[in-house]
């Protein structure tokens, strides 16, 4: 039973809204009946283990996933079932940070920043060169506009990914998995990256992850999915006294009882 | 003592079969039917007016593909051309024709050897480059981002390799028929010591612009497979390193397959062609 936990933000309106969403990949089902609102002005935590659809969920808002059965909108419009050309406006409003970071490997930095802003404005080349500097200076790689993808470290890969993000003043960025693969230190640097935006742009967010340092320094309101349902939903106190032993587990860190079993039979 | 194996045993039972020649028949007329969307795709964003950024992108991967491409191919077609100057003289000697060797080795390469060597260099070169190139970006979600942006990717990555291939591999056609006619030029007279005159003057009758065209419309033709091809397979590889290698490798694979029947019906069509436009001339396809 999803657990509505009081201390979400339930006045607020909703930005994105899914609707009894189901995905199955082949006979694997992901998704099984989720509902779920995320506000506007909030930063929203999806947790959960590896390989329970947090990514999918996330890919169902800037409709690079369809789901199998219900409704995906954003803010009161039906978004799911638009295609490419009629997404387009929405996902003009909505910035992306792809876990792998996905700079494009055969343009600068300069040019990865500026490559939204060449699509979607008719902002001048001085007005876009400008722009990429604010942005990079705002991610702290200011002066790196001529570098290439290679050149940079994981963390830097990131924040110019991130810059990218923000580059078109989105009205909601979303993070899939922002600090994977970066050391605590780096992971920090994003964590403050991520509230510093919030901060100073305005912007909603949803953070995937399942990094709880991560989670509990920038999530307003968490949820937690598994086994494809949200089985929490609430502040980070509201998990921390949660009674469902799922939840426990999980904001422990404890590995399952059967899984060490097997480990000591080995 | 060692057991028989029954049938049983040895083959699945029949509903087996009918499962898997049933899912085997969906699969593949699925693939076809994507790959024909693929294709479909890509020719509606050519016919769309190309922006700025696709025309240069286009030129990038003109120098990329064609002009990098200029010494294999030449080195290439010259020993392709020299070994068939060295094979066919012989038999030419035996019946007193050596003077027209020039014919049959300006026909071969013009026809045959030059758009098909030419097309499998491309294949192996370019078709697995490309493969490779987008099948790392799909993989790194570099496709997911451009559509997250708003950009088209056939548009703005498979536009571009299609265009530019097509564009070149006539081009680079070209190339490989004057450096074979040369190789099989320098084996008979330079080596073998068949007259200079003779050599040309054969050559030169038995070839006309259609004969030359024929070549040209395959490597057209021929560019169209191994770029859509390439550019599929990439699109559509599976995750990791592993699933990187096996699209590039399905790519030539296919590419070279399609290359060999487009070549055939090409032939026969352009065949059919030169009958009708020249109805009292020997068919020379």
């Known amino acids: 039973m999803v657990d509505t936990l009081p201390g979400t933000s339930s006045a607020l309106p909703a930005l994105i809204r899914f609707e009894n969403i189901y995905k199955s990949f082949g006979s694997q089902v992901v998704l099984n009946g989720v509902s779920i609102a995320f506000t506007e002005g909030q930063t929203t935590v999806v947790l959960g283990p590896s390989g329970t659809g947090k990514s999918v969920l996330l890919k169902h808002i800037v409709g690079l996933l369809q789901p199998d059965a219900g409704q995906v909108y954003y803010r009161d419009e039906r978004i799911d079932h638009l295609s490419d050309r009629d997404m387009s406006p929405i996902r003009k409003k909505i910035g992306f940070l792809f876990q792998l970071s996905a700079l494009f490997d055969s343009m600068t930095v300069g040019d990865n920043v500026a490559f939204p802003l060449r699509t979607h404005s008719r902002l001048s080349k001085a007005d876009i060169d400008d722009r990429v500097a604010e942005r990079l200076a705002m991610v702290g790689m200011e002066n790196s506009e001529r570098k290439m993808p290679g050149e940079l470290s994981g963390g830097q890969r990131k924040r110019v990914a991130l810059a990218r993000a923000i580059a078109l003043n989105p009205e909601l960025v979303l993070y899939d998995e922002p600090t994977t693969g970066l050391d605590p230190i780096r992971s920090d640097v994003i964590n403050e990256l991520i509230l510093k935006l919030h901060e100073e742009l305005k912007v909603s967010a949803i953070v995937v992850t399942h990094d709880l340092a991560s989670a509990f320094k920038v999530g307003e309101r968490m949820v937690i999915l598994m086994g494809g349902g949200i089985i929490a939903d609430g502040s980070a106190d509201d998990l921390r006294s949660h009674r469902d032993p799922r939840v426990q587990q999980f904001i422990t860190g404890r590995a399952d009882e059967a899984d060490l079993r097997a480990l000591h039979r080995i | ?285």
């Open chain 2, 1 to 285: 003592m060692a057991s028989i194996k029954t049938y049983d045993e040895t083959l699945p039972s029949r509903p087996d079969y009918v499962a898997r020649l049933g899912a085997w028949a969906i699969n593949t007329n699925l693939a076809m039917g994507d790959m024909g969307v693929f294709f479909l795709s890509t020719l509606y964003g050519i016919l769309r007016w190309p922006g700025r950024r696709t025309i240069s992108e286009t030129l990038a991967q003109m120098y990329e593909m064609g002009t990098k491409s200029i010494p294999v191919v030449m080195v290439a077609g010259g020993f392709i051309g020299a070994v068939l100057a060295v094979e066919t003289l012989p038999q030419f000697r035996e019946i007193g024709l050596a003077s027209r060797v020039g014919s049959v080795i300006v026909i071969s390469v013009v026809k045959q050897v030059g758009p098909i060597l030419t097309a499998v260099m491309l294949a192996g070169r370019l078709g697995g480059a490309m493969t490779a190139e987008l099948g790392t970006m799909r993989v790194t979600e570099q496709i997911d981002a451009l559509r997250v942006m708003g950009a088209d990717p056939i548009r703005t990555l498979v536009v571009p390799r299609v265009l530019a291939c097509v564009i070149m591999a006539p081009i680079l056609t070209l190339y490989s028929d004057a450096i074979g006619i040369l190789g099989g030029w320098v084996v008979a007279v330079q080596v073998e010591g068949v007259r200079n005159y003779p050599f040309w003057h054969y050559a030169a009758q038995s070839t006309d612009l259609f004969t030359v065209n024929v070549g040209l419309v395959k490597a057209f033709f021929f560019g169209i497979v191994i770029s859509t091809v390439a550019c599929y397979k990439g699109f559509r590889c599976g995750n990791g390193a592993q699933g990187v290698g096996r699209a590039c490798t399905e790519a030539f694979v296919t590419g070279f397959c399609l290359i060999l029947l487009s070549n055939f019906i090409l032939a026969l069509g352009l065949n059919n062609l030169y009958n009708a436009l020249y109805p009292n001339q020997p068919s020379v396809l």
